[in-house]
DNA sequence: TGTATTTTATTTGTCGACAAAAAATCGACA
DNA sequence: TGTCGATTTTTTGTCGACAAATAAAATACA
């Protein structure tokens, strides 16, 4: 080991800070530590992370890609608002990807995929049983796109993906008012689906994943119908 | 007019250059004026474009976001292949937004959408009269397009522009080998489609859209059957 | 002549600084 | 005291330069 001064600075592997920052950033905006509406200085991350301003703008460069920031030309850049009034695209698109996605994956997949899934699932489980609502929210995106990447269609997992991550943000808003009251029977939908898809039953597959999705959304839809006071906080 | 001396530099607007950039290289791309593999300097840019090669980079990194170009980490860039060998993820992903965005335009489009929809179509029209086939596949996007705006769900017209664009790629090259022979029969298969979107009927809107989505996808597949040769020119 | 190793050159990632644009502050005037 | 306009401050977009990483060239050696 050289550089034992310890007062040096960190020493990051050259091209490692844009993926840091990246990443990071991301996972707070899903986890709604910076929520919607927060400004985003770009002088203030480059302290935080101890690294010039232009690693720190590629970053927003890809957040704003992704949809995940809004940037006004020459004005201030800010975490994207969640679009209450539009939500029925959301769940549209949400419910169509649910479908295709699994559906695709009970005909294309392969027997290693399975073993990714069930894993996840067991993950899944394992959150649902501890009542944590974050790491239930956590592991079932990653079980749905880990089901979807099962599928291997790249234009639909993009999508898919950027779906859960807007997701990830609603559904947060969903459990943290209500209490981390927890609907269990999706533990058993999962298990149906993946049953579905390990029997490469495509119709069965796409039966369950619609109506997995359609119930979800519903949840969501009446949560947020007896709160619209939502819709002013933002 | 100030700034008469035509010495001057052309005193672009801040924040324009990135723009400009973004959107020059994503067309040039896209009509294989850069083809599939195409080296990318950005030294070589920043000088035609006469600036910094920070904006240049911010360009890039966008174009890298849509998958238009593929960046390796601490050496080249390059214009991003067309995959062959997946091809029929493309074509499954194609065919479904299709019918998707087509089918939501009859439900939600508002009547000043028809206009700008049948506007497109006639200069779609005019292409196809004028056996101008980078015309026809310039203005056929835009007319898809279009139309899926009039569906209203920006998660489905993400993806459908996206994959209009790698179809944009792909048609280039199906043309550009043909001899530009142009099918006339889109032209009356759009006609109709226009008329079901306008008639609000979204059940023979999404069976006018599969029907021509499989008929385009039949005719690249058929022709890149006959030219296998394709595949190692890549 | 062919291969391994050092040297050079090219290109990318990062930095600090400056200039333009917008917002925030201050001050004149009613 | 309130409003409009000028001034200052903050923040963004762009620049030129430098250093790390890789590729290319040159050299040494068998």
Redesign the interface.
Known sequence: MTNTDASFPPERK??SGVKVVYELLRDEILDLVLPPGSPIDELQLAERFKMSR?PI??AL??LA??GLIDTL??RSTMVANIDFL?MH??F??LV?MYR?TTK?AAQYHRPEDIVIIRAHQARFAAAAEAQDALAMIATNAALHSAIADAG?????T??FN??LDEGRRILRLYYQSYGDRLPKQFVDEHEDMIAAIAARDAEAADRLAKAHAEQIVKQIQTFFSRNERIDIAL
Chains 1, 2 share one sequence.
């Open positions: 050259r091209g232009t703008r590629e460069v890809r890609g992704e030309p020459n539009n695209t959301f549209d698109a169509l295709v695709l291997r269609n790249p234009y639909f993009g999508l950027r779906l």
